[in-house]
């Protein structure tokens, strides 16, 4: 009997003031090539922030002609990968709106767009608008995958939305500044993991960008269910703290499907039974 893995790569990027999108490239890649093949890899939220503060860009914005590079390169990436690549995010005006943007190439070649829709206060301060579409799914090697974007991990019926439209892996690009910040967003990955029986996959941007304006902290990490299909410990892997750090994890998918359909506890199905 065949059995359905996917290979997973959490690249923790750490800030490192790079001021051209070749330099940014460069350390992206830098990761890939230590994680080895994969079906596929994750960059943190808002990457981007180390090309544009270390050009004292207004609103930590990346320009049109930068996305649209970064673009290109994460697209020939992943067809020459064969592989779904969930590039982080970015800052990006839009119709004269400022979003918080994710930009996920697929094995293809193509590349699709995802706009959090539940910016932080501080983003909201600033300006970055919620994104109106639910997280999109992609299918790869037998897998169905879903992304969105740190704090929409926060909100259970944004993560329930992906699961209900076919996701059994959610990649979750994130970026917190502080211990509680990192402690809340991946509690509640963790907790989002348990009662959709599905892996979910936090990606942090770390460190201190040399200057001085934006720090992250935490650790990638893959969840799961905790039952006795899934196995009772519901954490599969956690990279080094604030470390730019790779890790990759193979997912039994096969263990996720079994478990919504015949643990012991079934959280993913049961929620209909009491509405």
Known sequence: MSQTTFDVALCQYAFGSVKTIDAFWERITGLFERCGPADMYILPELIGYDVAMSNSREEYQLRSSEIEEFHDKLAGEASDRDAIIVGGSYRVSDEGELYNRAPIALPDG??????????????REDGVASGSHGGPIFEHNGVSAGVLICYDAEFPDVVRDVVERGAEVIALPSLTGSVAGYQRVSRCSAARAVENQAYVLQVPLVGTHPHGQKCGTGRASCFAPCDDIAGPDGTRLTLPADEHAVGVQRLDVDLIRKSRSSASVRPFSDRLVFE
């Open 110 to 123: 193509s590349l699709r767009t995802y706009t959090k829709q539940r910016p932080v206060p501080a983003e």
